[in-house]
């Protein structure tokens, strides 16, 4: 009997507890996306005349990563690259990552080098491809993966990473087959990988769990963007005010192995810094 009585009060004891863990598990916040950055295209009218001065209000918002563009000053604005990372640390910022010229880059091997000396010195580990337009043909496609082999090679020879980030068109079906599947499938993971913009494969109408779910692991950054539809047009908007569905999305990014998150708005409904301040209030406070 003693026996009996003592195994049940353990057995209630452990129910008990395992009934406590799951409700604290339940009541366990979720989490943050801490750290998140930003995309310098978002102040491409502002950044020319003061770069300092943008970075230093973006960096006060709370953004503590940076994506760089190449505009008129080139992707380091005028500084170089030891004096832009210097001036970054202090704002307790690190720019990770610059879209840069794939194609002058791809046509000539001292223009890769020198932009990879540029990041090299600037502490950034990757070098991304903004832009190649729809192809007409999967023969002009198979060129694009070519290119991309070649030049990520030598990206990653250097330490640095190469990828390439979509817009709509490359998530729109030519023959009936995706050219974002076929770049995953004919460019090699050791040397290429993809930063997914979670607005324009939503714009495209393709599933961005069922991506997610076969092509995941190849994608290593992601742009944070908004929008709504407007006349059938997708226009950008604040985080939180367009159709993303952001807490589903971003769980599915970062459970997929996704590291970067860049902010990103090239549409505003007031001013890109007006824009940029209630998307890091968004970030700041969106659990997943």
């Given at each position: 009997?003693?026996?009996?009585?003592?195994?049940?009060?353990?057995?209630?004891?452990?129910?008990?507890?395992?009934?406590?863990?799951?409700?604290?598990?339940?009541?366990?916040?979720?989490?943050?996306?801490?750290?998140?950055?930003?995309?310098?295209?978002?102040?491409?009218?502002?950044?020319?005349?003061?770069?300092?001065?943008?970075?230093?209000?973006?960096?006060?918002?709370?953004?503590?990563?940076?994506?760089?563009?190449?505009?008129?000053?080139?992707?380091?604005?005028?500084?170089?690259?030891?004096?832009?990372?210097?001036?970054?640390?202090?704002?307790?910022?690190?720019?990770?990552?610059?879209?840069?010229?794939?194609?002058?880059?791809?046509?000539?091997?001292?223009?890769?080098?020198?932009?990879?000396?540029?990041?090299?010195?600037?502490?950034?580990?990757?070098?991304?491809?903004?832009?190649?337009?729809?192809?007409?043909?999967?023969?002009?496609?198979?060129?694009?993966?070519?290119?991309?082999?070649?030049?990520?090679?030598?990206?990653?020879?250097?330490?640095?990473?190469?990828?390439?980030?979509?817009?709509?068109?490359?998530?729109?079906?030519?023959?009936?087959?995706?050219?974002?599947?076929?770049?995953?499938?004919?460019?090699?993971?050791?040397?290429?990988?993809?930063?997914?913009?979670?607005?324009?494969?939503?714009v495209a109408g393709v599933a961005t769990a069922?991506?997610?779910?076969?092509?995941?692991?190849?994608?290593?950054?992601?742009?944070?963007?908004?929008?709504?539809?407007?006349?059938?047009?997708?226009?950008?908007?604040?985080?939180?005010?367009?159709?993303?569905?952001?807490?589903?999305?971003?769980?599915?990014?970062?459970?997929?192995?996704?590291?970067?998150?860049?902010?990103?708005?090239?549409?505003?409904?007031?001013?890109?810094?007006?824009?940029?301040?209630?998307?890091?209030?968004?970030?700041?406070?969106?659990?997943?």
């Amino acid at each position: 009997m003693l026996r009996r009585n003592f195994l049940k009060r353990s057995g209630l004891a452990v129910a008990g507890a395992l009934a406590a863990n799951s409700l604290e598990a339940l009541a366990a916040p979720k989490k943050l996306i801490d750290p998140f950055g930003v995309q310098l295209f978002s102040v491409r009218s502002l950044l020319p005349d003061d770069p300092k001065g943008v970075m230093t209000k973006l960096a006060e918002m709370g953004y503590k990563q940076f994506e760089s563009f190449s505009g008129p000053k080139g992707f380091l604005w005028g500084m170089e690259p030891k004096e832009i990372k210097s001036f970054l640390d202090g704002l307790g910022v690190k720019m990770v990552s610059t879209h840069f010229d794939f194609k002058g880059a791809a046509e000539n091997p001292e223009t890769l080098k020198k932009y990879i000396d540029m990041a090299q010195g600037a502490g950034l580990k990757y070098l991304i491809c903004p832009w190649i337009g729809p192809q007409k043909t999967w023969d002009e496609w198979k060129i694009v993966a070519d290119n991309f082999n070649q030049v990520g090679e030598q990206v990653t020879k250097s330490g640095l990473k190469f990828g390439y980030h979509n817009h709509d068109y490359s998530f729109r079906p030519l023959d009936g087959k995706l050219p974002q599947d076929y770049l995953l499938q004919n460019t090699d993971p050791k040397s290429v990988m993809f930063e997914l913009d979670l607005c324009w494969i939503d714009v495209a109408g393709v599933a961005t769990a069922e991506h997610l779910k076969k092509h995941g692991k190849r994608y290593e950054l992601c742009h944070v963007k908004d929008y709504n539809k407007e006349n059938g047009k997708p226009v950008q908007n604040d985080l939180g005010k367009g159709s993303v569905d952001f807490k589903k999305t971003l769980r599915l990014a970062k459970d997929s192995g996704i590291k970067y998150f860049l902010v990103e708005q090239e549409e505003y409904p007031v001013s890109p810094l007006v824009s940029l301040a209630n998307d890091a209030e968004y970030m700041k406070k969106l659990s997943i």
